[in-house]
């Protein structure tokens, strides 16, 4: 009888400690939103040239408050210079038709924004029989992010480095 008691009260106290740890993430992630999403609605206007140079002088990269790792474009394979460069020219695309495309972002792994907000571009894969896996997908508001695994995982790109 003893050993049921002890058994049931250790079971109670298991629960009690998983329920307070499941709260306490939970209240954490909250506020973690909470702190990242108040930026970001601030920055869904485009902002003007002369600012985005500001911003980045003082150490700012577009799309860094997404809370999303930050990589120097030099960082990325030259393929992802290249599809850069291809889109400040404006084209021609290596894949017309799935190049300057809007993004839907289905995955939600970049910050939620009205549907066109975002538009996706290839990076080439050397070797690839296909258009491979990378892309670099563009934000109104100039923010640049790179995936290597087909829109799993982002980061975000600093271009001026």
């Known amino acids: 009888m003893f050993n049921r008691r002890r058994i049931t009260a250790a079971l109670i106290g298991l629960i009690v400690l998983v329920l307070a740890g499941w709260f306490v993430k ?5 506020d973690d939103t909470k702190s990242t999403s108040a930026p970001a ?40 210079s290249e599809t850069w460069r291809l889109i400040k020219a404006g084209g021609p695309y290596p894949y017309p038709r799935n190049d300057d495309v809007p993004f839907q972002n289905r995955e939600k792994v970049l910050p939620a924004k009205d549907s066109g907000y975002y538009r996706e571009y290839t990076v080439k894969t050397p070797g690839s ?22 829109y799993k995982s982002f980061v975000v790109v600093d271009t001026s480095r």
């Open 129 to 150: 029989p296909d258009r491979g896996a990378r892309r670099l997908v563009t934000g109104s508001a100039k923010e640049l992010y790179y995936t290597e695994d087909h």
């Open 26 to 30: 939970d209240g954490i992630s909250g």
């Open 41 to 80: 609605s601030s920055s869904a206007s485009p902002a003007p040239s002369g600012e985005a140079a500001a911003s980045r002088a003082k150490g700012k990269v577009a799309g860094e408050e997404s809370g999303l790792p930050v990589k120097p474009l030099t960082g990325l394979p030259p393929q992802a």
